[in-house]
Every structure is written in C-alpha cells, then in structure tokens.
Nanobody
Framework: QVQLVESGGGLVQPGGSLTLSCAASGFTFINYLMRWYRQAPEKEREVVGTIYSGDSTYVADSLKGRFTISRDNAKSTVYLQMNSLKPEDTAVYYC?????????WGQGTQVTVTS
C-alpha cells in the first residue's frame, strides 16, 4: 500500500539545477521523516539528506549549500532542490520512508550531470 514515486531527474549541465519530487501515499505522511539517498555506479548508496516531521532538515556535509530538502504535507510530497550540480552528483536518487516495521523505497530517478 505504501508507495513512493520519484520524478524530476534528467540530464543537466554542470552548474545547473534540478528539483526532484517524491510523491508518497499509503501512510500518514505528516508523521514521518523522509530521506533522500543516491547511488552512483559502483558506489554504495549514501544519504543525501533527511527532513523530519517538524520540517527540520539534515543535509550531508559535502552537499550543504547546494542541496535543500523540503516537504509539502498537503501534497504528501518531499522535494530535493539541487543547485550548482557537479558531474560527481550523477547518480540514481531514491526517496525513502521508514514506516514501521518496514523501510520503503521509491523506484529511483536518474540524475546525470555532464557537459
């Protein structure tokens, strides 16, 4: 019943921007933290950031100043605003929610940063 659907990925030039969206359903979205992860080829999946139910956020140190997480509880959607993109940001980006007792993942959306 729980579903997470990412969208907004694509091809962008270095220095460009993208906004990813994750539409959630099947649980009471407002009560749960949401996370963004990413996984580059031959790399481990890593946390990009977290947004908590009270709207406070955490962003990985290496991404602070470029990436911003937000949420719209009325739309049950979490966003990842990515600015000043670099080639090393190329990865599949995943939305994640912990809804006891399971950890749910979206299908991922590809972000490719290249000139």
């Amino acid at each position: 019943q729980v579903q997470l659907v990412e969208s907004g990925g694509g091809l962008v030039q270095p220095g460009g921007s993208l906004t990813l969206s994750c539409a959630a359903s099947g649980f009471t979205f407002i009560n749960y933290l949401m996370r963004w992860y990413r996984q580059a080829p031959e790399k481990e999946r890593e946390v990009v950031g977290t947004i908590y139910s009270g709207d406070s956020t955490y962003v990985a140190d290496s991404l602070k100043g470029r990436f911003t997480i937000s949420r719209d509880n009325a739309k049950s959607t979490v966003y990842l605003q990515m600015n000043s993109l670099k080639p090393e940001d190329t990865a599949v980006y995943y939305c994640n929610a912990l809804v006891d007792p399971y950890n749910y993942w979206g299908q991922g959306t590809q972000v490719t940063v290249t000139s």
